[in-house]
């Protein structure tokens, strides 16, 4: 009996062992494989140089050796930075992680992998940063990968606040970070990416001139499905609590700012959607409160878009600007011949009282794509609305006055503004397209088959509009 017992255990105990190690060699294979296909990506890349990146897989984990660089275009602004820091213009990333294998991951719950590797702050910035906490990673990098291909990535900015100092240059900066972080996932499957991030604070400031620039509480958010090459089709958010600018001489000022794009496929076209929310505005004489915009682009068929997109991805500003036009040109054509559209829904501002100067426009191609100078005024259409209060008027030239005149008294500034504010609407209404309605001023435009009219009444051509304007030729 008891001899039985102990076969059956060992049994068990083989079985277990025998099912582990063939997890683990799964496990190794699978992420191996992965490894594999990100070399072949990468390595697609002409900015990319892959050096070394494998994978050597063991029981319980295994180590990823990498060994890669990343040299931008001579065009990309990262080129001229990195050029001024070292010799070659590069981004090298050389090293070994430790990744531990699944099925169970600790505080992550079941998994493939995981990995996490802490950055240290490079010795070349250490002197820029002389309150830099010790031996602290600058940076702490952690990555999962999930059974069904999907992984998470999270990124952990130290907290700094102290001085930010430039060897061998005098003065320096105060510098505070706080509360920075981004988690991103990908499923490869849906080709679906997520993005959270977050800066909760950084502020850069000049203490022996005033000069300060601040922000609170920055966030970004997407959802977005890729449907091509460059393009990107979902919801994007950014959240803005404060931002501040001030100086001596200057002062500006933004609260709640609120920033959110749409793009969804409808057929074989796309439709674009874009909300900008601005909870109030400080500038040194003016006070705004809320202000909203409210766009949308209709109808970008889906193909001619995508090729403009990966055709000035490799806009060279080194080559003759004709030469890439040319090659621009027909691709802008083929997409215009699908008439898109633009619609600003809305525009408004609180000058006096709340939303009390709103506009709101709609512009849209009705031509066959070519595009041609001379005919252009008639395959246009345009049309637009404006309104504003007395009050909100008599507000904008006050601000207009205290910027041009930042030495007067207030007295002396609302004597000016009594007496010009009646010149200023006289001249204003001078213009064919706007009129007094009540205790509003309203404007009103409409181009449509190279005529332009306003209330109703024809005023002039287009090509006339366009020579007033000073777009056209006279």
Known sequence: MKRALVSTVAVAAMAAAGLYAGTQYYIGARIGAQVDEWRQRAAAHEQVRVTRLDYDAGLGGGTLHYDLSYRPLPTHPLHALLAEWQPTPELRL??????????????????????????PLPDAARAWLPNYPGQAPLLTLTGVQQWDGSGSLSLQLIDYRGHLAQPGADGRLELALADSHLDARWQPRRQRLQLQGRIGEFSLGLPASAERFSLQQLGLSLDATAAGRHLWLGDGTLALQQLRFSSQEKRFGLQDALISARTEQE?????????????????????????????????????????????????????????????????????????????????????????????????????SGKLDPEQLPRQLQFAARAQASDAAFQQLLSFMLAEESPGLSIQEQQRLLAASAPQ????????????????????????????????????????????ASGLGKG
């Open 424 to 467: 200023m609407k006289a001249l204003l209404l001078q213009i064919p397209f706007v009129t007094q309605q009540g205790g509003q001023l309203q404007a009103d435009i409409v181009v449509e088959h190279g005529e332009v009219s306003s209330h109703g009444q024809a005023v002039m051509s287009a090509e006339e509009l366009l020579i």
């Open 267 to 367: 057929q074989q076209h796309l439709n674009s959607h874009t909300d900008i929310l601005l909870g109030g505005i400080s500038l040194p004489a003016q006070q705004l409160g809320p202000s909203r915009l409210r766009l949308t682009l209709n109808r970008l068929e889906l193909a001619p878009y995508q090729a403009l997109l990966q055709r000035l991805a490799r806009l060279d500003a080194r080559q003759d600007a004709a030469a890439e036009w040319r090659q621009i040109r027909p691709l802008l054509e083929q997409l215009l011949a699908y008439r898109p559209e633009l619609d600003i829904e809305e525009l408004s501002l609180s000058l006096a009282d709340p939303h009390d100067t709103a506009a709101s426009a709609t512009l849209s191609y009705t031509g």
């Open 94 to 119: 050389q090293g070994s992680l430790p990744v531990e294998h699944g099925p169970w991951l600790g505080a992550e719950g079941p998994g493939l992998a995981r990995l996490e590797h802490q950055l």
